[in-house]
């Protein structure tokens, strides 16, 4: 009797598993290349810097070179002491499209990051806003132009893609798994009609609607969440567009240790909380799933009588993690190799218990 139960037990989550892979291999497929247009509306590039001297002078170079006919940058210096405020003041006097703001002190009971790219959005001249963070760099001269190509009147979100650099070790090999695992789950729902959230480093909205919705209102003291919280309040099929190409790529610069990378994976998984119930459910039924395939699965291939059965599934379920990984990566340009998927499978069911006590027992999330 306990080996009927767990054999149905096993068959029904590892079932949801490939609903729930065939989903995000739908939205993936659903991807259009793409569209070669030229756009008359202008770009405002916001970038919100705390001490990124180092990373801005790699970033504000690439931005001065894109391929763009109108737009502009705008760096808010979110009280630096590193000499990134002298570096861009004297940039700002030679570059006529690079705008230097400044926060000095910051206002009680207000996020950093939120407060600075506020101030960045307001100051912008053009609706269009396009965000990435100062450790990023656009892998093409046509990032601006790619969401500009996305851009019409019924738009008030574009969601990119950002990848993490390739460095040696398998802790960068599962940072950048991830981030695709991430990035297709967002982008396959937003071309689904079901958006839920972005990612900061490489995304664009409006300020029409930014500041009409009154900004970061209602989580402007969270830590994070200055990115998908506030697409996941209000973004919806019918206003939200994606941009999933290598002209639109950004590439990230990863944590280096656990000790960070676990860090930066608390804050954003602590934000989560703020999402909309029906992503909670949607999203949490997925890991939970993905979790009980592994606490199920050994048990199930023991007791079996009938082996055949879980083999084909699990095979069948990694066939499609495979192929959704491999169509993303085409589309995107990012870079995974797959020799090492069981083990990125494995690895994610040990990082989701590690990081959800870390989340349980953290009182205060911090930056870094």
Same mark, same amino acid.
């Given at each position: 009797?306990?080996?009927?139960?767990?054999?149905?037990?096993?068959?029904?989550?590892?079932? *949801?598993?490939?609903?729930?892979? $065939?989903?995000?291999?739908?939205?993936?497929?659903?991807?259009?290349?793409?569209? /070669?247009?030229?756009?008359?509306?202008?770009?405002?590039? *916001?970038?919100?810097?705390?001490? /990124?001297?180092?990373?801005?002078?790699?970033?504000?170079?690439?931005?001065?070179?894109?391929?763009?006919?109108? !737009?502009?940058?705008?760096? $808010?210096?979110?009280?630096?002491?590193?000499?990134? !405020?002298?570096?861009?003041?004297? =940039?700002?006097?030679?570059?006529?499209?690079?705008?230097?703001?400044?926060?000095?002190?910051?206002?009680?009971?207000?996020?950093?990051?939120?407060?600075? =790219?506020?101030?960045?959005?307001?100051?912008?001249?053009?609706?269009?806003?396009?965000?990435?963070?100062?450790?990023?760099?656009?892998?093409?001269?046509?990032?601006?132009?790619?969401?500009?190509?996305?851009?019409?009147?019924?738009?008030?979100?574009?969601? %990119?893609?950002?990848?993490?650099?390739?460095?040696?070790?398998?802790?960068?090999?599962?940072?950048?798994?991830?981030?695709?695992?991430? %990035?297709?789950?967002?982008?396959?729902?937003?071309?689904?009609?079901?958006?839920?959230?972005?990612?900061?480093?490489?995304?664009?909205?409006?300020?029409?609607?930014? =500041?009409?919705?009154?900004?970061?209102?209602?989580?402007?003291? $969270?830590?994070?969440?200055?990115?998908?919280?506030?697409?996941?309040? !209000?973004?919806? %099929?019918?206003?939200?567009?994606?941009? @999933?190409?290598?002209?639109?790529?950004?590439?990230?610069?990863?944590?280096?240790?656990?000790?960070?990378?676990?860090?930066?994976?608390?804050?954003?998984?602590?934000?989560?909380? !703020?999402?909309?119930?029906?992503?909670?459910?949607? @999203? %949490?039924?997925?890991?939970?799933?993905?979790?009980?395939?592994?606490?199920?699965?050994?048990? /199930?291939?023991?007791?079996?009588?009938?082996?055949?059965?879980? +083999?084909?599934?699990?095979?069948?379920?990694? +066939? =499609?993690?495979?192929?959704?990984?491999?169509?993303?990566?085409?589309?995107?340009?990012?870079?995974?190799?797959?020799?090492?998927?069981?083990?990125?499978?494995?690895?994610?069911?040990?990082?989701?218990?590690?990081?959800?006590?870390?989340?349980?027992?953290?009182?205060?999330?911090?930056?870094?």
């Amino acid at each position: 009797m306990i080996v009927s139960y767990l054999e149905l037990a096993f068959f029904i989550i590892v079932g *949801v598993q490939l609903i729930y892979w $065939v989903v995000w291999l739908a939205g993936v497929l659903k991807l259009k290349p793409d569209t /070669e247009n030229k756009p008359a509306h202008g770009v405002s590039v *916001v970038v919100a810097a705390n001490n /990124e001297l180092q990373n801005l002078q790699q970033l504000i170079p690439l931005l001065l070179k894109q391929s763009y006919h109108t !737009y502009e940058i705008i760096i $808010v210096d979110d009280r630096s002491s590193d000499g990134s !405020y002298d570096y861009l003041l004297g =940039l700002s006097q030679q570059e006529p499209n690079l705008k230097l703001l400044q926060v000095s002190e910051l206002p009680d009971h207000l996020n950093g990051k939120k407060y600075a =790219l506020t101030l960045g959005i307001k100051a912008a001249s053009y609706d269009q806003i396009l965000l990435t963070d100062a450790d990023c760099s656009p892998l093409s001269n046509n990032w601006i132009s790619s969401f500009a190509n996305s851009w019409d009147s019924q738009t008030s979100f574009v969601l %990119g893609f950002s990848e993490y650099e390739r460095k040696k070790g398998l802790l960068n090999y599962f940072i950048r798994f991830e981030t695709i695992l991430t %990035g297709i789950q967002y982008v396959s729902a937003a071309v689904l009609g079901k958006p839920y959230m972005g990612v900061g480093r490489n995304l664009s909205y409006s300020k029409t609607l930014f =500041l009409s919705k009154k900004g970061f209102h209602g989580f402007q003291g $969270v830590t994070g969440g200055d990115d998908d919280l506030f697409v996941n309040k !209000y973004a919806i %099929g019918s206003n939200t567009k994606t941009q @999933l190409s290598q002209k639109s790529a950004v590439s990230s610069k990863p944590k280096s240790n656990f000790t960070n990378f676990m860090t930066q994976k608390v804050r954003h998984l602590s934000v989560g909380k !703020y999402y909309s119930s029906k992503s909670k459910i949607i @999203l %949490g039924f997925f890991t939970f799933t993905w979790l009980a395939t592994w606490a199920i699965a050994p048990f /199930e291939i023991l007791l079996t009588q009938n082996l055949m059965a879980p +083999i084909l599934l699990l095979l069948g379920r990694y +066939i =499609l993690i495979g192929a959704t990984i491999l169509v993303f990566k085409n589309k995107s340009g990012a870079k995974l190799s797959l020799l090492g998927l069981i083990l990125l499978d494995f690895m994610f069911v040990l990082y989701y218990f590690v990081i959800g006590a870390r989340t349980l027992l953290t009182k205060r999330v911090k930056w870094s």
